[in-house]
């Protein structure tokens, strides 16, 4: 098997019923098309899966539906009982990136488990549900028929869900609708610091720097913020901030902007809660949470004096994980501040509470249990020559 490109659209080709078939392929990932393919069914076994999966040869899967979400739940169980490389006694930083290779295998694995798809998003498996609505919100309108992991189809699911049911704020007393590849803010210990955080005096102007859902320009609004300019350069969390802002009443207070960091102008209020882990992403869904070389923390960082009105604040919500994990120190961090000519005013700290800092057989778990989650408040520093007589 071969994969090809015609007219720079990938596409996955396979031998059934002693025909050479191709279609166009999707992944969200940006995974190219697995050049081995063989047609799996119903007959397929979890070892021989596992066994194809795990040599780089992907099932295309022509059996019933639920029978296929059961042999992935298997595939992923023989994964999970395999002894993982020994990171205890390594330093945090590779221990991070054993976990980052396990976890990028394990989803290269799973992922070799494939769906077929009719050209309006309609599976055509027995007892498959109606996913065309979750797939119109993440891909957009259909373009004809293609082939995709059920892993992926499974992840479009849940995150139909999610913006269907909403995630409940308790600083908003609102549900928040989080979009198919947008961070959901379930993490709810940053989005209170925002709430609880004394305003600066005279405060009708706020900037919400790489907005995501838009949860954060909310409270801003909610606390009696006059008008807000909420910013991100995805065109997924600007569809999703403008919804939830329409949701929410907020619409005529809440401007959704497209830009790199700042918008135009200056403000007296300035927040940002960028992604907390100097990481590369190894997929366009992860771009939330990693942030390669901190390049959003310190773009916002080095540019925050440039975009806040005299005496004005910048907040800088960050959870210090990285520190734990070894990939950024505190020194490197203050030295930026310094550096940019901001001064910190005060830093308020959350303990998160989320499952994963009482799970020991996390393999990050010492640096989960030791993270704290901060608001940072900064101002312009006074020069020497600012100064009054």
Request: glycine share 8%.
């Amino acid at each position: 098997m071969t994969d090809g490109m015609v007219s720079a659209v990938p596409v996955i080709s396979w031998i059934e019923d002693d025909e050479t078939r191709a279609a166009r392929w999707h992944s969200e990932s940006g995974t190219p098309p697995p050049k081995r393919v063989v047609v799996a069914d119903d007959q397929t076994s979890a070892d021989a899966a596992y066994r194809l999966a795990s040599e780089g040869t992907a099932l295309l899967w022509r059996g019933d539906f639920q029978n296929a979400r059961q042999l992935l739940q298997a595939m992923a169980r023989r994964i999970d009982r395999k002894p993982r490389k020994k990171a205890a006694t390594a330093a945090p930083a590779d221990a991070f990136h054993l976990y980052r290779q396990a976890q990028s295998q394990r989803a290269r694995t799973l992922g070799m488990l494939l769906l077929p798809y009719e050209e309006d998003y309609r599976v055509p498996l027995r007892r498959a549900p109606d996913v065309r609505q979750a797939c119109s919100e993440a891909y957009g309108p259909a373009r004809g028929p293609f082939v995709a992991s059920l892993r992926e189809l499974l992840g479009l699911i849940g995150a139909h869900e999610w913006r269907k049911k909403g995630v409940v704020i308790p600083a908003l007393g609102e549900r928040i609708h989080p979009h198919y590849g947008v961070f959901a803010p379930i993490r709810s210990e940053y989005v209170g610091l925002v709430a609880a955080a004394p305003l600066p005096a005279t405060c009708t102007l706020a900037f919400d720097i790489g907005t995501g859902t838009g949860v954060l320009a909310a409270v801003l609004a909610q606390r009696g913020i006059a008008h807000i300019v909420a910013t991100d350069q995805d065109p997924r969390a600007l569809a999703c901030a403008a919804e939830n802002m329409e949701r929410l009443g907020l619409a005529g207070r809440v401007a959704v902007v497209a830009a790199d960091l700042f918008p135009p102008g200056r403000a007296p209020l300035v927040v940002c809660n960028p992604p907390w882990v100097p990481a590369r992403a190894s997929s366009p869904l992860e771009r939330a949470v990693y942030d390669p070389d901190s390049r959003m923390l310190m773009g916002f960082i080095g540019g925050l004096a440039t975009h806040l009105e005299p005496g004005g604040e910048g907040w800088l919500v960050l959870s210090d994980l990285a520190e734990h994990l070894g990939l950024r120190s505190r020194a490197e961090l203050l030295a930026a501040i310094e550096e940019a000519g901001l001064m910190v005013v005060e830093r308020i700290d959350a303990k998160p509470v989320h499952p994963r800092t009482a799970d020991a057989t996390d393999p990050l778990h010492a640096a989960r249990a030791a993270e704290l989650t901060s608001l940072w408040r900064f101002t312009v520093r006074q020069r020497a020559s600012d100064a009054p007589a």
